[in-house]
């Protein structure tokens, strides 16, 4: 499909339109907070007791929203459920996701994969209530790939961690050593 109009319709979203925060059910929420302020690095905005929390990057209200208001020590969506297969954090740019990967992997949070999709770099995992993660960064524009026609064409290629690891600014990276990949 291409021209942004949804099939059959004759409409499209506009070009403005955003999707604008991740709502999450969770089980724990000192544990998701430990996983998305602690490990990712989100701001808690707000916090209403032990039922829900907004958080953020940067002044923004908020960007993600966890609670426990149906979801209580409650377990994940067995596999093969429908349900979320992951959200998305876009960083904006390519030494920013390497700072984010080398946190999660100081955390020692396994990664499930990394790739390369022509259009972006990303890097997936799981947060503490099984949802999928992904952590990417869009290359630029004049760099997606295209058919002749002028379509895109996108891919999944395995991802360098290592050269991306790399990018991390000179005197930011924690110094704790070789990290496991």
Not at 24 to 47: E, I, M, N, P
Not at 73 to 79: D, E, V
Not at 121 to 130: A, M
Request: proline share 7%.
């Amino acid at each position: 499909m291409s021209g942004g109009k949804a099939a059959g319709s004759g409409y499209g979203a506009p070009a403005g339109a955003r999707i604008g925060h991740v709502h999450l059910k969770v089980a724990d929420l000192d544990r998701a907070l430990a996983f998305y302020a602690g490990v990712l690095g989100f701001t808690v905005r707000q916090r209403m007791g032990s039922g829900a929390a907004f958080l953020a990057a940067g002044g923004y209200h908020h960007h993600l929203a966890l609670n426990t208001w149906e979801s209580l020590q409650g377990a994940p969506p067995p596999a093969g459920s429908t349900g979320l297969y992951h959200l998305a954090i876009l960083y904006p740019s390519r030494a920013a996701l390497a700072q984010a990967l080398e946190r999660v992997l100081q955390a020692g949070i396994p990664l499930e994969g990394a790739a390369d999709h022509g259009v972006s770099e990303s890097v997936y995992l799981r947060d503490p209530d099984g949802n999928g993660v992904e952590l990417y960064c869009d290359k630029p524009e004049s760099r997606w790939p295209r058919t002749h026609a002028g379509d895109l064409a996108m891919y999944t290629r395995p991802l360098d961690l290592h050269a991306l690891l790399r990018e991390i600014p000179t005197g930011t990276a924690s110094g704790s050593g070789p990290l496991d990949l």
